[in-house]
């Protein structure tokens, strides 16, 4: 089982920048991969980015060059770090995992465990 509680969003101007975090409970001996999604009103949640075992990363097209992902495997955290943000960017931001070794793309339904999300809105 795992828990996954994200945190940092708010409210912040174009051109602005924020750091969004998702502290993951989980057994230690499981290894997971690590995701964030975002979901607009009225649209389909979208994969942003995913950070595997070994630290490989994926980044959606639509927000490459302005967010990374990272993780500190000291604190079980998986960061998002988001600059340049739009309006367009404005969403309710999930962090999601699964227990594999490698990520398995940024498909919202191949990942089984989900956090309560954190809104962020750019204006």
């Known amino acids: 089982q795992v828990q996954l509680v994200e945190s940092g969003g708010g409210s912040v101007q174009a051109g602005g920048s924020l750091r969004l975090s998702c502290a993951v409970a989980?057994?230690?001996?499981?290894?997971?991969?690590i995701a964030w999604f975002r979901q607009a009103p009225g649209k389909e949640r979208e994969g942003v980015a995913n950070i595997d075992d070994q630290d490989t990363t994926t980044i959606a097209d639509s927000v490459k060059g302005r967010f990374t992902i990272s993780k500190n495997e000291a604190e079980y955290t998986v960061y998002l770090q988001m600059t340049g943000l739009k309006p367009g960017d404005t969403a309710m931001y999930y962090c999601?995992?699964?227990?594999?070794?490698?990520?398995?793309?940024?498909?919202?339904?191949?990942?089984?465990?989900w956090g309560q999300g954190t809104q962020v809105t750019v204006s």
């Open positions: 999601a995992a699964m227990p594999l070794l490698k990520c398995p793309g940024l498909g919202p339904a191949a990942y089984d465990h």
């Open positions: 989980a057994r230690a001996y499981i290894r997971y991969c």
